[in-house]
């Protein structure tokens, strides 16, 4: 069983940074696909970011240009590079991890709160 823990939330004005890591243990992740979403206050859960393991990416239209998913398999590591932050940025994110050979993200860290303030 993996865990997985997300850390580098916090507050930030518009128009900042913040980066964003998901640190994987109980197994290697390298042949996982591993992807951010977060959930704002009253929606739904929503993609934001995805990496494979070949270290192919896509992002959600409204973050594309401004946020960069990577990895790093020696460490185990995810991490989200956000830029130019709006509010609407405002949610909580979650590292997820797909299960090999499905659609499914099986596993979920616990997440960690981004607010931008405006």
């Known amino acids: 069983q993996v865990q997985l823990v997300e850390s580098g939330g916090g507050l930030v004005q518009a128009g900042g940074s913040l980066r964003l890591s998901c640190a994987a243990s109980?197994?290697?992740?390298?042949?996982?696909?591993m992807a951010w979403f977060r959930q704002a206050p009253g929606k739904e859960r929503e993609f934001v970011a995805g990496i494979t393991w070949s270290a192919s990416s896509w992002y959600a239209d409204s973050v594309l240009g401004r946020f960069t998913i990577s990895r790093d398999n020696s460490k185990n590591t995810v991490s989200l590079q956000m830029n130019s932050l709006k509010a609407e940025d405002t949610a909580v994110y979650y590292c997820?991890?797909?299960?090999?050979?499905?659609?499914?993200?099986?596993?979920w860290g616990q997440g960690t709160q981004v607010t931008v303030s405006s």
């Open positions: 109980g197994r290697t992740f390298s042949s996982n696909t």
């Open positions: 997820g991890l797909r299960d090999v050979g499905t659609n499914v993200f099986g596993s």
